[in-house]
């Protein structure tokens, strides 16, 4: 007697995005409950762990590296994820969060935080994260094995994707999508 094929272990993860190509997943609507039987979502927005998990297959990133916090995170996440997919255009090129780059760190924290600050103005050192010099996309950082581009990517791109992962489409790194 055979068994049900292994779930494949997905993870989501919301970098220095606008939680957008996050809400271009869940347009896929009743696709997903479709997926559901075959994907096991273990990280993302709406997973409630404490650690991202080890031997994760494939992982959706979301936005660009603009902290430190994310420079961590998207090392620990590479490390432990088999397949690593750049979802949309803040992952794959910067985008929008790279837009400040040409202004330096210390000017944007001074706009947001002094300029327009109106009671007790100060940039925050202990609660916000550290910015970087300038917002990087993420495979300049790290290894990437698929490019989802968009901005949002839609849906139906997105549903295509995972599509492909349990088809063992995109078990080859080089492969992108367009
Ligand atoms: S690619 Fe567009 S939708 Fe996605 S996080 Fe960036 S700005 Fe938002």
């Known amino acids: 007697m055979t068994g049900a094929a292994p779930k494949i ?7 220095d995005g606008c939680s957008g190509c996050h809400m271009s997943l869940l347009d896929t609507d009743e696709r997903l409950i479709a997926l559901a039987s075959r994907v096991q979502v273990v990280w993302g927005p709406l997973v409630d762990a404490k650690e991202f998990p080890r031997d994760v297959d494939a ?3 979301e936005g660009a590296i603009s902290s430190e916090e994310d420079l961590h995170r998207i090392k620990l996440v590479r490390s432990r994820t088999k397949l690593l997919i750049s979802l949309g255009d803040c992952a794959i090129t910067g985008n929008v969060p790279a837009m400040r780059n040409r202004f330096g760190a210390g000017a944007v924290l001074r706009r947001a935080y002094l300029e327009n ?6 940039i925050p050192r202990d609660i916000v994260p550290a910015l970087l010099p300038v917002a990087r996309p993420v495979h300049e950082v790290v290894p990437v094995d698929v490019f ?3 901005c949002p990517p839609s849906a139906d791109l997105i549903f295509s994707v995972l599509s492909g992962l349990l088809e063992g489409k995109h078990s080859n ?6």
């Open 173 to 178: 790194p080089a492969a992108k999508f367009g």
């Open 59 to 61: 992982t959706l990133v």
């Open 9 to 15: 272990r997905l993870a989501t993860v919301w970098l």
């Open 117 to 122: 600050g109106t009671l007790d103005a100060q």
């Open 148 to 150: 989802v581009p968009g």
